[in-house]
């Protein structure tokens, strides 16, 4: 047996499972970890950042592409549904996650690689009669799929290392948010439009000889096009997919894996927390999708705390409401809250939103809380900032302090805030679950809250925005104010 490796040992009546934990991890192998824990959101991630830039290359769904790609991502989760779903049909010697992953990899793959050629693809559709992307939706789709589904099935696979390589796959999840932000970030999304002369010439208005002059707008364009970017989402995936094989037949990470049965004890052995403890403090609460993680009933390490009904039913209505506005609601008008005040703001409260999740997942995963006083604090402080970005969704195309940097640097803010707080009410939720009585059938529900919130609040506004069309997009024209023609 390994000597680099510490185990717990048997019990009388036969070999057990076991839990290890090296004294040092293989560079090699965290490295792969991390490369394959980013792959886990970075497609869907990539996509929302990239909303800001499409809208102001004239998408056919305009300010209305948000709360498309909202529903989408509730639609998808018939990807996680169906893997535990057949996870509970299928022995339990068989384990499925090994080909789930090679399924959604390459699906990712896929759709990221043709979204390179056909983003901007449209066909009319009779029933809005109107042109949409009909290839960027229905690939955002897949991508969405492929996701959500990543979070039930990345975190079992991640079981079989070592404990301590769970913390390089968390690094990897928090940089599937931060890169692609870093990268929308610098590609922008244009300088701010200007207005030019495009030509002069001479016309009689009423007998009256007149100058007249021909405006057009001049807008300065992206650092790199939408093409580029998803040439880097596409690496990204591959990347993922490469890490992955690795991980699965590399001999040097095949000794990183823990050992499934040991034949004595080991002096000098040293108990550690088995992989679920560690896992379920963020994954389960990541965009608040793959919920439905079980804990290790093996796991002796964590205190349990009793929850009463009446407890537990406020923490779900609070998780519902929670994940009914932070998935569903306020992700579908972004677009017309922040547009308002500009595309390069819009971009900002995008992907500072987007970098706000992991940290505040972080927060939770290393210092944890089961305050419910803290859970109710974080909730409503997250509902006030998210009031104020609906009003400003509401009051577009004219929200206060248009124009005017106080009020960009207000939005950007608020919409971070309200990323932070109601991730680390989920976060904060969910810790308390893991350790109550009954925390199986908690986390369970957590999930299902979770969804049926998320669901509810995409189900809402999507007719609100794109039927009964209550927001209005700001689309201004700098050439609105020039002059055409003045006398001679």
């Known amino acids: 047996m390994d000597g680099r490796c510490l185990c717990s040992l048997r019990s009388t009546q036969r070999k057990m499972a076991v839990n290890c934990r090296k004294v040092s991890v293989s560079p090699l192998v965290a490295v792969l970890v991390v490369f394959f824990g980013t792959g886990s959101w970075v497609a869907i991630n990539g996509l929302w950042v990239e909303l800001p830039l499409l809208v102001k290359l004239g998408i056919p769904e305009g300010y209305q592409l948000a709360s498309y790609l909202t529903i989408i991502i509730q639609l998808a989760n018939i990807g996680p549904v169906l893997f535990v779903i057949l996870s509970y049909a299928t022995p339990k010697h068989i384990r499925l996650e090994v080909p789930a992953i090679y399924l959604v990899v390459t699906i990712g793959i896929t759709a990221c690689t043709l979204l390179i050629f056909f983003w901007d693809g449209t066909t009319y559709w009779d029933v809005v009669n109107d042109y949409r992307s009909t290839a960027l939706l229905i690939l955002a789709f897949f991508l ?19 404990n301590l390589y769970v913390t390089w796959y968390f690094v990897g999840e928090g940089f599937s948010a931060l890169l692609p932000s870093l990268v929308a970030l610098g590609q922008g999304v ?67 894996r823990i050992p499934q049965e040991c034949d004595g004890p080991l002096e000098g052995v040293e108990q550690i927390p088995s992989v679920s403890s560690s896992q379920e403090s963020y994954t389960m609460i990541r965009n608040g999708y793959g919920a439905t993680a079980e804990p290790d009933d093996a796991d002796k390490d964590i205190p349990v705390e009793s929850l009463t009904q009446k407890n537990a039913i406020y ?174």
């Open 144 to 162: 969405a799929i492929v996701d959500c589904t990543s979070s039930v099935a990345f975190t079992p696979f991640m079981s079989r290392f070592m």
């Open 190 to 256: 244009g300088g701010e439009e200007g207005c030019r002369a495009n030509f002069t010439y001479e016309r009689y208005i009423n007998g009256t000889k007149n100058n007249c002059t021909d405006w057009i707008t001049d807008a300065k364009s992206e650092r790199f096009p939408p093409e580029d970017f998803f040439i880097f989402l596409t690496a990204m995936m591959s990347s993922c997919g490469l890490a992955f094989i690795l991980l699965n037949y590399l001999p040097l990470s095949k000794r990183e």
């Open 315 to 488: 923490l779900f209505v609070i998780l519902g409401w929670v994940s009914g506005l932070s998935n569903g609601v306020l992700p579908s008008i972004q677009s017309y809250s922040c547009g308002a005040y500009g595309l390069d703001t819009y971009l900002l409260a995008a992907t500072f939103g987007n970098i706000a999740n992991p940290i505040a997942c972080f927060l939770v995963f290393l210092w944890p809380q089961k305050s419910k006083t803290l859970v109710t604090t974080t909730a409503i402080l997250g509902t006030l900032f998210g009031s104020f970005c609906m009003t400003t969704a509401v009051l577009s195309p004219s929200p206060p302090l248009q124009f005017k940097l106080a009020g960009d640097i207000i939005i950007v803010a608020c919409w971070v805030c309200v990323t932070a707080f109601f991730t680390y009410t989920k976060a904060t939720i969910g810790w308390i679950l893991r350790n109550a009585n009954g925390s199986r059938s908690l986390l369970i529900w957590f999930g299902a809250v979770t969804q049926i919130g998320s669901l509810i609040g995409a189900l809402i506004m999507f007719p609100l925005v794109n039927t009964y069309n209550l927001f209005e997009g700001y689309y201004a024209d700098p050439c609105d104010d020039k002059v055409d023609c003045i006398p001679a």
